[in-house]
Structure formats: structure tokens, C-alpha cells
């Protein structure tokens, strides 16, 4: 099992910049693939990114692609998602997600909510015109 903080939302002005983080709890980080997810208010939650065990895979929305990049640093158990050219359709509560796959998987990026396993309390991003 793995418990998911997220860290680094906050209000910003169109056109700025994030860093949100998500801190895994375990010691088989390893083992799984992570995602990031978004649900602003009165919308369905829907995929931002994802990146595959070995962290050489990545999956983007076609709404976020060139402006958002997302990492995973082992050695600290945390993925990171950048967030650049901020736009206020980017205003939403984001949430980190993973899920454990076995060897076979370890290229794959899952791009669906319910393919995930565990979730965070999510971060809430606003972004100002």
C-alpha cells in the first residue's frame, strides 16, 4: 500500500508557473506507474499526465502538452509536476494517483481514473486573468 501527499498549489496569475509535488510513503515506489489528474468545480475529473514505472514513459492531455512536465525523482519517492503557461481553464483541485503494475507493465503510462489504485487528497491551483 502507498500513501500520496500532494504539495504546491496556490493561486497564480495567468501565465505564471508550479511546481506541485507528490510524496509516495513506501519502499516500493518502484513499482508504480504515477498520474496526475484534475477535477475543477462542477467538471469531471480528467488526466493530465502520467509516467510509467521506469520514468522513461510519458503521457500527456493534447490540453496540456508543452506546458506541463512531469517527473519522478526515486531517490526521494516523489514526483514532481511543472506547471507553465498557466491559463485559468488550469483552475482545478489536482490530484496524484498511482498504481502498482507488474514487469510487464513497466513502459506503460495508464491515462485513466480508474486504472489507479491509490489517490491523494489532491492541491487546489487557481489561476487568475
Known amino acids: 500500500q502507498v500513501q500520496l501527499v500532494e504539495s504546491g498549489g496556490e493561486l497564480v496569475q495567468a501565465g505564471g508557473s508550479l511546481r506541485l509535488s507528490c510524496a509516495a510513503s513506501?519502499?516500493?515506489?518502484?513499482?508504480?506507474?504515477m498520474g496526475w489528474f484534475r477535477q475543477a468545480s462542477g467538471k469531471e475529473r480528467e488526466f493530465v499526465a502520467a509516467?510509467?514505472?521506469?520514468?522513461?514513459?510519458?503521457s500527456y492531455a493534447d490540453s496540456v502538452k508543452g506546458r506541463f512536465t512531469l517527473s519522478r525523482d526515486s531517490a526521494k519517492n516523489t514526483v514532481y509536476l511543472q506547471l507553465n503557461s498557466l491559463k485559468p481553464e488550469d483552475t482545478a483541485v489536482y490530484y496524484c494517483?498511482?498504481?502498482?503494475?507488474?514487469?510487464?507493465?513497466?513502459?506503460?503510462?495508464?491515462?485513466?481514473?480508474?486504472?489507479?489504485?491509490?489517490w491523494g487528497q489532491g492541491t487546489q491551483v487557481t489561476v487568475s486573468s
Open positions: 513506501g519502499r516500493t515506489f518502484g513499482n508504480y506507474a
Open positions: 494517483a498511482a498504481v502498482s503494475l507488474g514487469g510487464g507493465y513497466y513502459y506503460y503510462t495508464p491515462r485513466s481514473q480508474y486504472e489507479f489504485t491509490y
Open positions: 509516467v510509467s514505472r521506469s520514468g522513461s514513459t510519458k
